[in-house]
């Protein structure tokens, strides 16, 4: 009897269905964060790992990841992938420091990283030239300053006016790589399609109907009426240079 319930036992166990794991959390910089607030330092780091391996990141959120990538790892005692971390985090943001409340555990990589920066000869950025003038073709010379050799790419974008679409190009990492700007395209100006509305709007009334409106009656200058004690006092006042005699 033991031996048949442990039978039914065991295949009630099998025929149950298996929960499935949760669904991981979305690998965006949001996530991470909030992770990271909420003192889940694993998970967050696990969201921060992989949203860098994800491409078309923005510059902001390449340093909230690594901000949040380089903390975790050195809270987890990993202190040389955290050193890694700050350095990228401090080529994103130069001027990005720790909190002191961190502790030696976060401040002690964050210095070494700092100090790898510090000892390079130069400092990384991008510096360019342009040379354009109005209606012909110019240049932009892109020199790209990586000591660390970090950088894969350059894309530069351009473009005339204010507004409108940038012109992108992919050019490669050194100094002085020149890009091509086509001349500015002759924009039409809006006065001018105005204007001609406006030039045979006028053209075809004065063609077509010169004289369908008429004349307006010239304004003669009327008499001021004046009321019947102004006219008596008029006609019985003499005449200006006269006396009582005279009249």
């Not at 099998?14 to 330092?41: C, G, H």
């Not at 001349?183 to 100006?189: N, S």
């Not at 009327?222 to 200006?240: H, I």
């Amino acid at each position: 009897m033991f031996a048949l319930f442990a039978l039914q036992f065991g295949a009630a166990l099998a025929a149950a269905p298996k929960k499935e794991p949760p669904p991981p959390p979305p690998a965006d910089a949001d996530t991470a964060e909030q992770l990271y607030a909420k003192l889940d330092f694993e998970a967050a780091n696990s969201v921060a790992e992989r949203v860098i391996k994800k491409t078309g990141l923005s510059h902001q959120d390449l340093v909230r990841v690594y901000r949040v990538l380089a903390i975790t790892y050195a809270v987890l005692d990993k202190e040389d992938q955290s050193r890694e971390a700050f350095q990228q985090l401090l080529a994103y943001d130069p001027e990005f420091t720790v909190d002191t409340n961190l502790g030696p555990k976060v401040s002690t990589p964050f210095s070494e990283a700092r100090g790898y920066w510090r000892a390079l000869p130069q400092k990384p950025g991008i510096e360019t030239q342009v040379a354009v003038r109005v209606g012909e073709a110019g240049t932009i010379r892109v020199t790209t300053r990586d000591p660390s050799k970090m950088v894969k790419k350059v894309h530069v974008g351009q473009r005339w006016a204010s507004s409108g679409e940038y012109q992108t190009s992919t050019i490669v990492v050194g100094d002085g790589v020149q890009v091509e700007v086509p001349p500015r395209p002759q924009a039409r100006p809006a006065s001018t399609t105005t204007c001609r509305r406006w030039t045979s709007a006028r053209t075809w009334f004065s063609r077509q109907a010169p004289r369908t409106f008429p004349r307006r009656p010239s304004r003669r200058p009327r008499a001021m009426a004046t009321s019947p004690k102004r006219r008596a006092a008029s006609l019985e006042a003499p005449p200006s240079g006269s006396s009582p005699e005279q009249s």
